[in-house]
């Protein structure tokens, strides 16, 4: 089994304006990194994000960027439950997952977004895992549409 997946969702703005808004740690944190992020999403670039469901900030490896087109990032993987789970618990491992993020501009003026991640080890923590980093990237592609078009941080308080 290949732990991996995908998920997309239709902004109602011009692709580089929500480019800019992933690739900018000043709007990425209006809405996703609810702790803040550090340094701006460049090729090469080792950034931090905070959040205040997994408290400390964690560093993102950039791997690749295409202006209006592509983010590939990565970051150290985890397996098991999330502590904001049923209690849960979670473990860092000795390797990385890759997050691709893929941006499309539409014919309607709308912008295609979609995230995968994929390299998680098989067993049942990294599948944990890659279910609570679906959810967390469904939830930054929420916060990203309702933020970037009606100006309201849908994460605001959500953890704390």
């Not at 460049?42 to 994000?49: F, I, K, L, Q, Y």
């Not at 941006?103 to 990294?126: K, S, Y």
Request: aromatic share 10%.
């Amino acid at each position: 089994m290949d732990l991996k997946f995908r998920v997309a969702a239709r902004i109602a703005k011009p692709v580089h304006d929500v480019f800019e808004a992933v690739v900018d740690p000043a709007q990425l944190s209006e809405y996703f990194t609810t702790g803040g992020a550090k340094g701006r999403l460049e090729t090469g670039a080792t950034v931090t994000w905070d959040f205040h469901d997994f408290p400390g900030a964690f560093p993102v490896h950039v791997i690749e960027v295409v202006p209006d087109t592509r983010v590939v990032l990565e970051w150290q993987a985890t397996e098991g439950e999330a502590p904001n789970v049923d209690g849960g618990a979670i473990a860092e491992v000795d390797y990385r997952t890759r997050v691709t993020m893929s941006f499309q501009a539409l014919d309607d003026g709308r912008t295609l977004v979609e995230i995968a991640e994929e390299g998680w080890r098989e067993n049942q923590g990294a599948l944990s895992a890659s279910y609570g980093n679906c959810q967390g990237w469904s939830q930054m592609l929420c916060a990203l549409k309702i933020w970037i078009e009606h100006g309201i941080n849908l994460r605001a308080d959500m953890y704390r």
